[in-house]
């Protein structure tokens, strides 16, 4: 997973980047509410340089989803794995 994307999510949600895996959602997290939902949107948004459609941002709820549509958007994910 992109160092950049776990950062800026454990940032955003204000947890420890080792709770955030693939399979880290709203369902499961927490600490990831709608308020928080609504600014890793803003905050991916900022940091990878892409914008999410209004249809994208619901249905973006977890780590896996977020990635794929980084990654479908063109979004530069350095640290892959």
């Known amino acids: 997973m992109s160092d950049k994307l776990l950062s800026?999510?454990?940032?955003?949600?204000?947890?420890s980047p080792d709770l955030v895996h693939e399979d880290t959602s709203m369902e499961n997290c927490p600490e990831w509410n709608s308020l928080r939902h609504f600014g890793l949107i803003l905050a991916l948004e900022d940091v990878f340089g892409v914008h999410f459609s209004s249809e994208d941002i619901p249905q973006l709820t977890a780590v896996r989803s977020l990635r794929g549509k980084l990654m479908e958007l063109g979004a530069?994910?350095?640290?892959?794995t």
Request: no cysteine.
């Open 8 to 15: 800026t999510i454990a940032q955003v949600l204000q947890i």
């Open 76 to 80: 530069r994910m350095n640290g892959s």
